[in-house]
Nanobody, 124 residues
Framework: QVHLVESGGGLVQAGDSLRLSCVAS????????IGWFRQAPGTEREFVAA??????YYADTVKGRFTLSRENAKNVVYLQMNSLKPEDTAVYYC???????????????????WGQGTQVTVSA
């Protein structure tokens, strides 16, 4: 079992920054695949970023603005979000998986565990 707790969302203006945190506990390690996804009302859950096998991956919509990092000793994963845009408004979720089979990190159902989500709202 993996437990994920997210925090850091809020209401900001366009151009501002936020840092989201995801604290993982249970059967986790520094190599546990972690993904960040977001979901706006009426839309499907969308891939944002992932950490897998020591590599980082980003959606084209956030490249150059968002940065994923891990503090492995604390089992914390961060998503630094800069230059926020109104279209970034969504509930942001972190997901985890206990194996690497398939490595389909851009596909939400690949992840077995999810946090509760944290709301990010960006005003124009």
């Amino acid at each position: 079992q993996v437990h994920l707790v997210e925090s850091g969302g809020g209401l900001v203006q366009a151009g501002d920054s936020l840092r989201l945190s995801c604290v993982a506990s249970g059967r986790t390690s520094s190599t546990t695949p972690i993904g960040w996804f977001r979901q706006a009302p009426g839309t499907e859950r969308e891939f944002v970023a992932a950490s897998l096998s020591g590599s980082l991956y980003y959606a084209d919509t956030v490249k150059g603005r968002f940065t994923l990092s891990r503090e492995n000793a604390k089992n914390v994963v961060y998503l630094q979000m800069n230059s926020l845009k109104p279209e970034d408004t969504a509930v942001y979720y972190c997901g985890a998986r206990n194996d690497f089979y398939g490595r389909n990190y851009r596909y939400a159902p690949w992840y077995a565990y999810w946090g509760q989500g944290t709301q990010v709202t960006v005003s124009a």
